[in-house]
């Protein structure tokens, strides 16, 4: 099945199309309301429809789940994702390597910059604790972590850095509203290239749930990591990058 | 709160009553240390409570113009009342507000009277301090007197919903809706940043990030609103919000001018969750909870936080921990056990085994330490991934904890918690949630009996060993609970008591200080 390049939604039958959608329109529950729900159904491409559940929320609106087969056809080959580029290393391993080749801690400077306040992914990230019962950078006996937490503003994230002579940049954007954590990334990798050679610059990493990978180069980071990335991965990845890409010159021991 | 039977567990009395103690040796100097300081929020408070509002044409209160006109005269210590009311006096004038504008342009020098001076500053200081408090007293008559003739909610536990868009009046219908599909409290979020302004936002705000400013205006808007619809309702529906961040002191006042009914107040949020310095928020702490006790407002704390952010199994006594102080603390400022919004979240890995038993273990020795207190109970976001589906089963389950611990306040969860801020039908499927699983169980609480020598009675009774090993531990420091917090026994954030956000802002009393609030607050209101 996996090498088909073209495939539909399965209910319970290959090729039976089926999806379950839900929404709320700004109707009173009435008959016009469930046709309204299947019109907007059709119009999404699932036809016949099957309106399975109507539920007035107050007076003026009303929630549905609606059942139907789509008649979009999906091609594998032209999904685009990044595919991992780096070896997955365990904490043991990321620290041989920083230890054997750096001789001295990797410095990791943390935040949630502007004012989004949640600081639950760069936590999951940093902290001993962890994440999907993988341990935190905090773990890895030759990093040195650094977590300024929340609403940290970016000149206080470059200023920080250039005093711990930071190798790397993580920062977090949770809860932001309308493109915030857009202009955050922005404006924290512009600052970086201002207030560093390009040679000396830190590695930055940016994550949180609404960025996508393919972000990188736009945002002007090194790396985007989206949901549901552990630890792991984030050291994995910034041991690969610090030591194997050959662009980027060593500090040297401090 | 009605009597009734509560569950609980057969713990040692002896070993909550040494818990007890703890906390409070723990918590003692910290009152101390507090009583000998003031802040410039305390301050500014004291200067909002005697009448002064409104902000200049830039949107700097009148209240920060003022105080610090005078702090560049006279320093903090002495406090805002001795060079603010003679300075009234000398310049023949009694309103604050005229005095703010001559001192934004420099017109007015402030100095430290003395002698006769000083007793005439004092006595035309405490009038107007005192007049604000009478207001306080007669909101919380008005909301006693609301009560009586609309009526609580029908059930326990209350349900307790946010409302959070950024735009007051768009928070206003979405309060009301809420009301009316079954919420007994709203809680109206604040944007995110407002934690670390030294300064309180003035008049109605539009906009916000992820919540709406807490503004004097905003507060009475969304109370005018929400009475409104208790009438309709026939149910005083509660409203609340934020004494955190730099600022609790005078959003505390504000909150008792306005009448509103719950706020969220911890002792040790602000300092490890927000890096303010240890000593202005336990300075500003004091004050906001004197505040609360006088104005008749139930206080939230946050253990929940203690849960978010490390292991809900290995930091459970941590809650507790938390509990302990924030009960010290508040009694100390004079809440009583029916004002104790004392929190904690519904926050295990669902993974592990016996996740829900640990869970009804936890809650059960919250309830079983605090009988009396209005235990608020928080809903799983941790382990909310994004599946929908799992996450609405999940907040079954931590609605069914709730109802057989018999918690009081249940902050509604929302399947869409770490996705997007709740849509309308998620508000609904999350009420509808509560209600089946509140009707189904009934008063299964009663029923719920854990077998003494169980798992939860064993499970309750390790984590309250643990919270006294904790307690110990913070006490053989140095200077105990805040060389605690320095040196990062509260999670890993380490917090020293001469670093944070708002030191600055912290002046030690001076032997002439003078500020009528905190005496007054100290008094029982006249009944």
């Known amino acids: 099945m996996s090498d088909k390049a073209i495939i539909r939604p399965y209910g319970d039958t290959t090729g039976d199309g089926m999806v379950q959608v839900s929404f709320t329109l700004p109707l009173p529950h009435d008959k016009r309301a469930e046709g309204a729900a299947a019109q907007l159904a059709n119009k999404m491409g699932i036809e016949p429809a099957l309106v399975v559940h109507a539920k007035a929320m107050g007076p003026d609106f009303t929630f549905f789940v609606v059942y139907g087969r789509v008649n979009h056809l999906v091609d594998v080959s032209q999904v685009e994702v990044i595919e991992r580029d780096f070896p997955l290393l365990t904490p043991k391993q990321a620290s041989l390597i920083v230890k054997s080749r750096l001789r001295r801690r990797l410095v990791v400077v943390g935040a949630c910059i502007g004012t989004d306040a949640h600081t639950v992914g760069i936590d999951a990230i940093l902290n001993i604790k962890g994440f999907a019962g993988e341990k935190g950078l905090e773990y890895y006996r030759e990093f040195k972590v650094i977590n300024m937490g929340a609403q940290v503003s970016v000149p206080q994230l470059v200023s920080r850095s250039q005093q711990e002579k930071a190798d790397v940049i993580l920062v977090s954007q949770v809860v932001t509203q309308r493109e915030a954590h857009i202009l955050n990334a922005l404006e924290m990798s512009a600052a970086f290239r201002e207030a560093y050679p390009a040679d000396k610059r830190p590695l930055l990493i940016i994550g949180g749930p609404r960025f996508e990978e393919r972000q990188a180069a736009e945002l ?32 040297g021991p401090a | 709160m009605k009597a009734r039977s509560r569950p609980r567990l057969d713990v040692d009395i002896r070993t909550v009553k040494k818990a007890r103690a703890l906390a409070k040796r723990a918590g003692r100097p910290i009152v101390q240390m507090a009583k000998q300081h003031t802040t410039v929020s305390v301050e500014r408070a004291t200067l909002r409570l005697a009448g002064l509002s409104g902000a200049d044409p830039d949107g700097t209160p009148w209240a920060n113009r003022l105080l610090d006109a005078v702090r560049a005269d006279t320093g903090l210590e002495h406090g805002i009342c001795l060079p603010v009311w003679d300075a009234l006096l000398r310049q023949d004038t009694r309103d604050l507000n005229r005095l703010a504008q001559l001192a934004a342009v420099g017109q007015v020098r402030f100095r430290i009277p003395e002698g006769r001076d000083a007793a005439r500053a004092q006595a035309a200081a405490r009038k107007p301090v005192a007049a604000g408090i009478r207001k306080i007293d007669s909101r919380r008559k008005e909301r006693d007197r609301l009560i009586k003739r609309w009526g609580d909610p029908q059930q326990r536990p209350w349900i307790y919903l946010i409302v959070a868009t950024g735009d007051i009046y768009e928070d206003m219908p979405q309060a009301q809706a809420a009301a009316r599909g079954g919420a007994d409290i709203i809680a109206v979020i604040r944007s995110t940043g407002q934690s670390l302004l030294d300064y309180v936002p003035e008049g109605a705000t539009r906009e916000g990030f992820a919540g709406t400013y807490a503004t004097q205006e905003n507060f009475r808007l969304m109370r005018a609103a929400l009475d409104e619809t208790s009438k309709e309702l026939g149910r005083y529906v509660r409203l609340t919000n934020y004494a955190s961040g730099l600022c609790m002191p005078e959003i505390a006042a504000l909150a008792g ?24 928020t336990f300075v500003d702490q004091r004050f906001s909870r004197q505040v609360h006790a006088r104005a008749g407002i139930i206080i939230n704390t946050g253990e929940d936080n203690y849960l978010t952010t490390a292991d809900a199994v290995e930091a459970a006594h941590t809650v507790t921990v938390s509990q302990l102080l924030n009960e010290f603390f508040a009694k100390e400022a004079g809440l009583e056990d029916w004002q104790l919004g004392l929190g904690h979240a519904f926050e295990i890995d669902p993974a592990i085994p016996d996740s829900f038993r640990l869970e009804l273990a936890h809650a059960l020795l919250a309830r079983t330490l605090f009988p009396d207190a209005p235990l608020k109970w928080m809903p ?5 991934t994004g599946d929908v589906f799992g996450g609405y089963l999940l907040d079954g389950f931590f609605n069914l904890a709730g109802v057989m611990t018999d918690q009081d306040i249940l902050l509604v969860g929302m399947m869409t918690e770490a996705v997007v801020t709740p849509w309308l039908s ?5 009420l509808q949630n509560v209600r089946y699983v509140v009707n189904a169980a009934g008063r299964l609480a009663e029923d719920f009996v854990p077998r003494p020598d169980g798992f939860i009675a064993q499970r309750c009774n390790q984590v309250l060993g643990e919270s006294i090993d904790l307690l110990e531990q913070i ?32 002046a030690k009393k001076a032997n002439d200080y003078y500020n009528p609030a905190i005496a007054l607050l100290d008094e029982k209101p006249a009944a």
């Not at chain 1, 090194?222 to 500090?251: C, I, M, W």
Request: glycine share 10%; net charge negative.
């Open chain 2, 257 to 280: 001018l306005e009448r509103l009914d719950m706020m969220l107040n911890d002792s040790m949020y602000g300092i490890l969750f927000r890096d303010i310095n240890p000593i202005r």
């Open chain 2, 426 to 430: 998620d508000r609904d499927l999350a």
């Open chain 1, 220 to 251: 002007g980071v090194d790396r985007v990591f989206t949901r549901g990335s552990t630890p792991g991965e984030v050291a994995s990845y910034l041991v690969h990058a610090f030591f194997e890409n050959k662009q980027r010159e060593l500090h």
């Open chain 2, 475 to 506: 006490l053989n420091h140095d200077s105990g609970l805040l060389d605690a917090i320095a040196d990062g026994t509260f999670g890993l954030m380490k917090r020293p008591a001469d670093a944070g956000r708002g030191l600055e802002g912290v």
């Open chain 2, 380 to 384: 799983p976001t941790r382990h909310m």
